[in-house]
């Protein structure tokens, strides 16, 4: 019986383990550390939480609750395996955007890990590119199909085209003789997120939108940055805002509008004209 509990327990401690199978997790970890390690790159459906779990093809075992790409960007610094899986670990970063540079800057937030799990068959070393495909974002291009639309304008364009935004999908009045403006008659705040009051960022973030003849926002887009979350905080609040919308001749029409949020560095949000 002793004997028994002892084979059961050196195979389950990975002593027992077929030496074919550990030589293939090893080159395996090779290889992921070889293609990971040191880079940066944002994590595929920005999800939140800081320890996330993935099948061997790095498909999420759990559905993934999404959150701003500008929290989602992961700083990897290490590899290894443990129990038939790949611990990648590494740090979680905010980015805020510096108008004057016209760029994003980092800000370590919290560590975070991503498990994968190898399973019985072991993947090849091959395996590694396509799993980093599944779990990052690499690309600008590939960064401007996943995010959310409000924000293809400001990646794909340059400052003076960004204004221009957003009347592509819906008529909007440009001229009339007796025309009013919209009035808003409900504007709920942002929220101020805990990474953005814990790194004591402020600043401000402009949004362009168009007002329906019926009074909702649609076609919103980010025209002035900010960033760690904050962007997405002003849509979010922006898209419930209700108006009495513009009118032309006593019909409501559709027009533009646009509004700006200022963030105060730990504080709650203030409108700005």
Known sequence: MFLVILAFALGWSGVGRPPGRSAA?????????KAWVGRAWFLRGFPQGDEIRFAADGSPLRRLRPGPWT???????????????LDVSGWRVGLRWRPKEEKFVGYRLQRIELRIRLGQNVPGPGAVGVIGRRLFIRTTAALARAVPPYWRPF??????????????R??????CRSARR????????????????????????KLTFVVTASGRVRDIAVVEALGMGLDDSAVAALR???????????KAVASP??????????????PEE
Request: glycine share 12%.
């Open 257 to 270: 509008g646009a509004a700006t949020f200022g963030f105060p560095r730990g504080g709650r949000w203030q």
């Open 170 to 175: 819906t008529a909007v009045s440009k001229s």
């Open 25 to 33: 997790e090893a080159a395996v970890v090779a290889a992921a550390r």
């Open 155 to 168: 990646i794909e364009t340059d400052v003076e085209h960004r204004a221009a935004f957003p009347t592509r």
């Open 71 to 85: 929290l989602a960007d992961m700083e990897i610094t290490g590899v290894r395996g443990r129990r038939a899986a």
């Open 182 to 205: 919209p009035q808003v008659r409900y504007n709920p705040q942002p929220e101020y997120n805990r990474w953005a009051g814990r790194t004591m960022i402020g600043g401000r973030t």
């Open 240 to 250: 419930s805002w209700r108006f009495d919308p513009a009118r032309c001749g006593g």
